[in-house]
């Protein structure tokens, strides 16, 4: 019998930089895959929210004296304080069904512009005026889109003037 060792030796020299490298490439694509997740999932949601816009039709009435605000904290119909949470989520409903209207008609885009110039509630929007648009800046276009849609809820409305 004849024994035969043969020792192999390989040696594979492996550049540091080359594993950084490649650990780098692995961790870029998965964070680019986790991204893409991401904005699926928002898309869809965006989606399935358009989806569930409710068209509401707002009846424009002429306030009594007793529902006036009277400031800032007051409640409408009965005069007196209220806590400031049930102030602030009615005035962010109200908001809400602004930017859900101007939405229904494709001019979202005026959301944050009528809410900082006061704007902020239907009834306020149901008596906006040509004038009002021009100081705002809005383009005339989109100003006769809104006026139109304001004329349509308003039909068969009379208006006093005080």
Do not use: C
Not at 98 to 109: A, P, Q, S, T
């Amino acid at each position: 019998e004849v024994k035969v060792k043969v020792k192999v030796k390989v040696k594979v020299k492996v550049n540091i930089t080359i594993i950084i490298i490649i650990i780098t490439i692995i961790i870029i694509i998965a964070i680019v895959i986790v991204i893409m997740i991401i904005l699926i999932k928002a898309k869809n949601i965006k989606i399935t929210a358009t989806k569930t816009l409710r068209v509401r039709t707002y009846p424009q009435r002429q306030p009594t004296p007793h529902q006036r605000v009277h400031g800032p904290g007051y409640d409408e119909i009965e005069g007196k304080e209220t806590r400031e949470g049930k102030n602030t989520d009615r005035r962010l409903h109200m908001q809400l069904e602004v930017k859900e209207w101007l939405e229904l008609i494709d001019l979202g885009e005026y959301f944050h512009l009528f809410i900082e110039n006061g704007f902020d509630r239907m009834d306020a929007i149901f008596e906006i005026q040509r004038e009002d648009l021009e100081k705002l800046n809005v383009k005339l276009g989109h100003a006769k889109i809104i006026l139109k849609q304001i004329r349509s809820q308003n039909l068969g409305v009379t208006h006093h003037k005080h």
